[in-house]
């Protein structure tokens, strides 16, 4: 990325629109947070910032709001961004969170990148493998194990990346097994787009629900034990309320269990642009917001 344009991304949203447009976000996440079973306890949002396609500048924008979480979907890109100079150096607390589709043939690049935190879409025992290996020998005599989560295909649409439901007992099973250098922490979905909730509940969420549930049943797993990632923009609300009322004990600050929720909503102040990408642990919502640029105005009519 040119320095020009870099410098137009650093004008178009300066420091002061970056931090309204977090706090935005996080009000909407905590209002949905609010209409829970009043059985679970008032907790803040936690906030990863989606940074795909955007300079370094932003990022650093936004650490110094107070975000430390940082989404990144291309291995390419996210491997240029953590090792760039201005991040290196202006955020040392960053945590990366992978959070695209990973190719084997990509995992050393991944697992290379400084201050990785997770990646939140291993789909097959293979990948599992070929991650778990290559974070043993990237990490020689570290004990510190790498965080993930394994990615369902809820929907069955060809397009979507996740393995069937139906493997997730034996893959996460193999993990845990076969796989010493991971940390497996749950399930992940992307869903279908667009589904009417007037039908009723998101049959995508309701199978991630179960699998777990059928998951733990099988491993003789504690259900608080495994995060679940659901939801996309249309279904926010319905994204975060629904797993209370599935599994009440959830993760807060003590580590008791946690339960994730992906969606995606679009947000727009008069001078920058916001692509969110929510999720809810627990009963905590994280919220996911990904910059993008302002839309270009067309000059009036003389």
Request: proline residues 8%.
């Amino acid at each position: 990325m040119s320095s020009s344009l870099a410098r137009m991304w650093k004008v178009a949203m300066s420091e002061e629109e970056v931090g309204k447009a977090l706090q935005s976000v996080v009000e909407r996440v905590n209002q949905a947070a609010a209409r829970r079973p009043k059985t679970l306890p008032a907790v803040p949002p936690r906030l990863v910032a989606v940074s795909k396609t955007k300079p370094p500048e932003m990022v650093v924008e936004a650490y110094r709001q107070g975000h430390r979480n940082f989404g990144e979907n291309y291995v390419n890109e996210l491997v240029d961004k953590a090792s760039d100079p201005l991040i290196l150096a202006s955020c040392p607390e960053i945590r990366w969170h992978f959070i695209g589709n990973l190719q084997k043939n990509n995992v050393n690049k991944l697992l290379g990148v400084p201050n990785l935190f997770v990646v939140e879409t291993v789909d097959s025992a293979k990948l599992a493998d070929r991650v778990n290996s290559s974070w043993q020998r990237l990490r020689g005599a570290s004990t510190q194990r790498l965080k993930v989560m394994v990615q369902l295909n809820t929907s069955g649409e060809q397009n979507k990346h996740g393995l069937p439901p139906e493997d997730t007992l034996s893959t996460v099973q193999h993990i845990l097994s076969h796989c010493g250098a991971l940390d497996f922490l749950g399930l992940m979905t992307i869903g279908r787009y667009g589904y009417d909730l007037n039908l009723g509940p998101n049959p995508d969420f309701q199978t991630l629900l179960g699998r777990r549930q059928q998951l733990c049943d099988g491993l003789q797993m504690p259900l608080e034990q495994v995060e679940l990632s659901m939801g996309m923009s249309t279904d926010f609300d319905h994204a975060v309320s629904i797993a209370p009322h599935q599994h009440l004990e959830h993760k807060y600050q003590s580590k008791c269990g946690q339960i994730k929720s992906f969606l995606r909503s679009r947000w727009a102040p008069p001078t920058c642009g916001w692509e969110a990408l929510y999720s809810a642990t627990g009963s905590i919502p994280t919220v996911r917001p990904t910059l993008r640029p302002p839309a270009r105005r067309k000059p009036p009519r003389a």
